[in-house]
């Protein structure tokens, strides 16, 4: 991953309007284009992307870090002497070390690509958050047919060094990261009940009788 990140600090050419953008394709009546690959990307999609790459290197999304910290909160927040809220804590730690092996997160290589990937109603030098959501709900469906094939034809530098492996593999890791996901929001919901369990258990034992 720190291979990934380098690959894209390199220093090439900073943007400008005068930049010719690269066309990619057109979709539902809008057209797609990324920046020429010597050019640089705009300060703001800069930004989104290095912080977007960090995140692929912890192979958690910014949604996904929310909710753990929340449910880690609320876990001490009911007090660690508990087993049970120690107990939850620990399992929410141990998910984040499981997925600093993660090698690819549908999440945020849609956002990658969602950042890197201009359409054609939006300004270069930002990034608009209801186009960028739109993009991602279009790159999603787009990427169904086939991530690796998706992703590859972007041509989008930060993300060459994952297409040494097979499309296979891709996809693969692709639907692998999925189910983790999903995986997550269970744990997350089986954690919680636990603890709202021990918590009325805790209220019950302690009430006077």
């Known amino acids: 991953m720190k291979k990934l990140i380098q690959l894209f600090k390199r220093k090439r050419k900073p943007a400008h309007n005068g930049n010719s953008l690269v066309h990619l394709f057109d979709h539902n009546g809008h057209s797609y284009y990324r920046m020429p690959k010597e050019v640089n990307l705009p300060l703001e999609r800069f930004a989104l992307t290095m912080s977007l790459m960090e995140r692929l290197s912890s192979g958690v999304s910014g949604k996904e870090m929310d909710m753990i910290l929340t449910e880690m909160e609320k876990g001490v927040a009911a007090g660690l002497s508990n ?5 939850n804590v620990a399992s929410l730690i141990q998910v984040l070390r499981e997925r600093n092996d993660t ?47 998706f992703f590859y034809r972007m041509g989008l530098d930060p993300l060459m060094p994952l297409f040494s492996m097979s499309p296979g593999d891709f996809q693969t890791l692709w639907e692998y990261n999925r189910v983790q996901q999903k995986n997550l929001i ?24």
């Open 186 to 209: 269970r744990t997350l919901q089986l954690l919680d009940s636990h603890r709202r369990k021990g918590q009325k258990e805790q209220a019950s034992s302690s009430a006077p009788k």
């Open 83 to 87: 087993p049970k809220n120690a107990a």
């Open 103 to 149: 090698v690819i997160h549908r999440d945020i290589l849609l956002n990658i690509a969602a950042a890197w990937i201009v359409r054609d109603d939006e300004k270069v030098e930002t990034v608009n958050p209801d186009i960028h959501q739109q993009k991602l709900d279009t790159f999603e469906a787009l990427s169904k047919e086939g991530a690796h094939d």
